[in-house]
Nanobody
Framework: VQLQASGGGLVQPGGSLRLSCVAS????????VGWFRQVPGKEREAVSCNSFSDGVTLHRESVKGRFTISRDYAKNTAYLQMNSLRPEDTAVYYC??????????????????????WGRGTQVTVSS
């Protein structure tokens, strides 16, 4: 069982990146996918999350209108499309998958404890 996050890099402010999260050993359709980020010295924070089972997507306030989550079920992959990137988006980004996480019961993306599997992080740097 593995999650593999990729797609990070260096981008100028206002640019875009798409992060990928590939699952192996389990079917991602059955899981809620969460994207988190962390900067040195700070706690990891939830960015966006999506539940296939109840069709709910949530984003933290600072990324609403800029980030979107999508899935390719055939590839067992989830994506985080990040547009209009800002320097404050710079962080290591992680994807996570949680079973039986109904986002309709949450007002914001659930905390780390709700997720079962985690991928390694991918660095996103927004700088001119």
């Amino acid at each position: 069982v593995q999650l593999q996050a990729s797609g990070g890099g260096l981008v100028q402010p206002g640019g875009s990146l798409r992060l990928s999260c590939v699952a192996s050993g389990f079917t991602l359709d059955d899981y809620t996918v969460g994207w988190f980020r962390q900067v040195p010295g700070k706690e990891r924070e939830a960015v966006s999350c999506n539940s296939f089972s109840d069709g709910v997507t949530l984003h933290r306030e600072s990324v609403k209108g800029r980030f979107t989550i999508s899935r390719d079920y055939a590839k067992n992959t989830a994506y985080l499309q990040m547009n209009s990137l800002r320097p404050e988006d710079t962080a290591v980004y992680y994807c996570a998958a949680g079973i039986n996480v109904l986002l309709s019961l949450w007002e914001a993306c659930p905390p780390e404890s709700e997720y079962d599997y985690w991928g390694r992080g991918t660095q996103v740097t927004v700088s001119s």
